[in-house]
């Protein structure tokens, strides 16, 4: 497995889960990372990336100011703060690495997709 995400869970509405994955890939370091998340019957849809330094981020305008992506390049790790969580977040997120180096939310933009992690919001 070459991208392995985790820290799903269970929470209450208004709660915090903070979403980590591991790039075990050899050239890790140059590429864009983002997330994605899948709920139940709804297609893949972008949610956040961040560029290969972790200098720039963009967000899903349904998370923004409530999520945050941030990268630890020397662990290879990026990561997804989930702030102030609502029901319709419930999704399988998905951790993927871009083929550049810069931020995009094209779906057909990443290459390598992590396994998913299951994040459940109740009200």
């Known amino acids: 497995v070459q991208l392995q995400a985790s820290g799903g869970g269970l929470v209450q509405a208004g709660g915090s889960l903070k979403l980590s994955c591991a790039d075990s890939r050899r050239t890790s370091s140059n590429n864009a990372l983002g997330w994605f998340r899948q709920a139940p019957g709804k297609d893949r849809e972008f949610v956040a990336t961040i560029n290969w330094s972790g200098g720039s981020t963009y967000y899903a305008d349904s998370v923004k100011g409530r999520f945050t992506v941030s990268r630890d390049r020397l662990k290879n790790t990026v990561y997804l703060q989930m702030n102030s969580l609502k029901p319709e977040d419930t999704a399988l997120y998905y951790c993927?690495?871009?083929?550049?180096?810069?931020?995009?939310?094209?779906?057909?933009?990443?290459?390598?997709w992590g396994q998913g992690t299951l994040v459940t919001v109740s009200s």
């Open positions: 993927a690495a871009a083929v550049g180096a810069a931020i995009t939310t094209a779906t057909n933009s990443y290459r390598y």
